[in-house]
T-cell receptor, first 113, second 114 residues
Framework: AQSVTQLGSHVSVSEGALVLLRCNYS??????LFWYVQYPNQGLQLLLK??????LVKGINGFEAEFKKSETSFHLTKPSAHMSDAAEYFC???????????FGKGNQVVVIP | KAGVTQTPRYLIKTRGQQVTLSCSPI?????VSWYQQTPGQGLQFLFE???????NKGNFPGRFSGRQFSNSRSEMNVSTLELGDSALYLC?????????????FGPGTRLTVT
């Protein structure tokens, strides 16, 4: 079974500072990895995904993530935080041919002006 | 293109009752998955339907069931509601039931059990 770990449920970042959200996965087969964002009273929106192509993945809203097999990680970064980045972020894993996502506990990001 | 719609958006039920939630996928999508989101357990997979067949099922009791119709619309049913069933229920649709295709999530149905 696949699983992901996200540490630090709440993350505070100053406006303009680097956003770094950590995700470590566990999978016995090559994983497909995703980052989703959830705004209040809304569903999940896909930020980016890794599906065994390029290890550095660029997504929407200036976010990117790097797949590191040796570290079993898929950390999410954004160089400069905006107020609009305040939301909850989820890392998820699945495998090829499988639509069942296993999510991490999420990171609630607060952006400080 | 219309997104995934879920009805109703909010629901209040009493313990012991049953409830049915509806999900209309994006036009042309054949796969619908359901997730339960709670503060304690986070996001947990319930089940997935593809072309009217349940393809995958999570670790939930038999009180949770679902179905998919020929137009790909899906319903999930929870019988004999418990307080712990209070949650946001999200459905997601994708073109095909593989991870190559993005899953699009609806806004969810917030169920409160009193």
């Amino acid at each position: 079974a696949q699983s992901v770990t996200q540490l630090g449920s709440h993350v505070s970042v100053s406006e303009g500072a680097l956003v770094l959200l950590r995700c470590n996965y566990s999978s016995s087969v090559p994983p497909y990895l995703f980052w989703y964002v959830q705004y209040p009273n809304q569903g999940l929106q896909l930020l980016l995904k890794y599906t065994s192509a390029a290890t550095l993945v660029k997504g929407i809203n200036g976010f990117e993530a790097e797949f590191k097999k040796s570290e079993t990680s898929f950390h999410l970064t954004k160089p400069s935080a905006h107020m609009s980045d305040a939301a909850e972020y989820f890392c998820a894993v699945t495998t090829y041919g499988n639509n069942r996502l296993a999510f991490g506990k999420g990171n609630q990001v607060v952006v400080i002006p | 293109k219309a997104g995934v719609t879920q009805t109703p958006r909010y629901l209040i039920k009493t313990r012991g009752q049953q409830v049915t939630l509806s999900c209309s996928p994006i036009s042309g999508h054949r796969s619908v998955s359901w997730y339960q989101q709670t503060p304690g357990q986070g996001l947990q997979f319930l089940f997935e339907y593809f072309s009217e067949t349940q393809r995958n099922k999570g670790n939930f009791p038999g009180r949770f069931s679902g179905r998919q119709f020929s137009n790909s619309r899906s319903e999930m049913n929870v019988s004999t509601l418990e307080l712990g069933d209070s949650a946001l229920y999200l459905c997601a649709s994708s073109f095909a039931g593989t991870s190559d295709y993005e899953q699009y999530f609806g806004p969810g149905t917030r169920l409160t059990v009193t």
